[in-house]
């Protein structure tokens, strides 16, 4: 790949447009994993908050995924850009958009207890323990992106590679629009508050009950599309 050396000015926007464009042009193909964030910062002549920031952004769309230990991989379907474009223009149905979440997690979750293998309840439990960390700090931007890993996992454990691809795209976009590090409030409260509710659905997915695993994610959901129209309500 051909990089050209970053400017002062949009240097996040710059660093994501080239990424895009290596997929594009099937320089990185569905699958590949990017050069780790070191051999980023050199490549395109930025810190590691520029690359740090580009790939969240390139997270939040889909077309990138993160696997902790593992490293950065091109998502299968990273391209999906107009279900970006459309989330973006319905970001005020946030009631409604936590409704067809409830209905497609929930039954992801239900199945998960169904059909989950000793490995997916151990990519479940990992990114519970991640996620326990990163509330403990109150590292809201970390919390975000093992919150991204928890949900994916479930969504494996059901063994549904539609819903999974579906949903590969779907909830890194979801969580971008209704979440908010700037307008939180009590940050410390809600993470905590989100543990809680993902230990309840990470142990109905372990004791195989799918009936519990999913009132436990539709609980979760609908606990936070509570707490996301009581934090704007306060904004207001």
Not at 155 to 168: D, F, I, N, V
Request: some cysteine; charged content about 25%; glycine content about 6%.
């Amino acid at each position: 790949m051909q990089v050209e050396k970053v400017s002062e000015g949009g240097r996040r926007e710059a660093v994501t447009d080239q990424i895009l464009g290596f997929i594009r042009s099937r320089q990185l193909e569905p699958g590949a994993r990017l050069p780790p964030e070191p051999e980023l910062c050199e490549m395109f002549g930025v810190s590691r908050a520029v690359v740090r920031e580009a790939m969240q952004s390139l997270q939040a769309t889909g077309t990138i995924r993160i696997e902790h230990g593992r490293g950065t991989f091109v998502s299968a379907n990273p391209l999906a850009q107009p279900f970006s474009v459309w989330a973006s223009m319905n970001v005020h149905r946030v009631a409604e958009l936590f409704e067809v979440r409830m209905i497609l997690e929930g039954e992801a979750a239900s199945r998960a207890a169904m059909r989950r293998t000793a490995v997916h309840l151990d990519e479940i439990a990992h990114a519970m323990d991640d996620a326990h960390d990163c509330a403990a700090r109150t590292d809201w931007l970390a919390f975000m992106d093992v919150d991204i890993r928890f949900h994916r996992a479930v969504t494996q454990a059901a063994g549904l590679p539609l819903l999974q691809e579906m949903l590969e795209v779907a909830i890194p976009v979801w969580m971008n629009m209704t979440s908010s590090v700037a307008r939180e409030r009590n940050q410390a409260v809600r993470l905590a508050a989100v543990v809680a509710e993902h230990a309840a659905v990470h142990d109905a997915i372990r004791d195989s009950e799918p009936e519990a695993a999913r009132y436990a994610m539709r609980r979760h959901l609908g606990n936070s599309r509570d707490r996301r129209i009581e934090n704007d309500k306060q904004d207001g």
